[in-house]
């Protein structure tokens, strides 16, 4: 039996669900990093920063491969810097909305006082 499509994309943004993963992503995004270049841009210590490479990894979002001795990330499916920017623009339409709210509220107690 197959699984549900909802349930694919549940699990699938369950492995996006780590601040982490996110932000190795978006560096891998730009280029291929190795491990040190990672560790450098991301707080978090080397064996968490593995951990989450390989939960990237297991799900196939990214890739490893070997180049002048150093083990290089890079991004294994390019759509996923499109889900990001995406992501980016419903952030922006959301804040966006609720600062509109905070205005339209910050009116109505003004008009009340």
Known sequence: MTRPLYEAKA????TLGHPARIRVLELLCERDHAVHELLEQIDIGPSNLSHQLAVLRRNGLIAQSRREGQVL?????????DL??????I???VLNDQEALKRELRAGRAARA
């Open 73 to 81: 990330y890079g991004i294994a499916v390019p759509e996923i810097r």
């Open 91 to 93: 952030l922006l339409d």
């Open 84 to 89: 990001l920017l995406a992501a980016r623009a």
């Open 11 to 14: 699990e699938f943004f369950r």
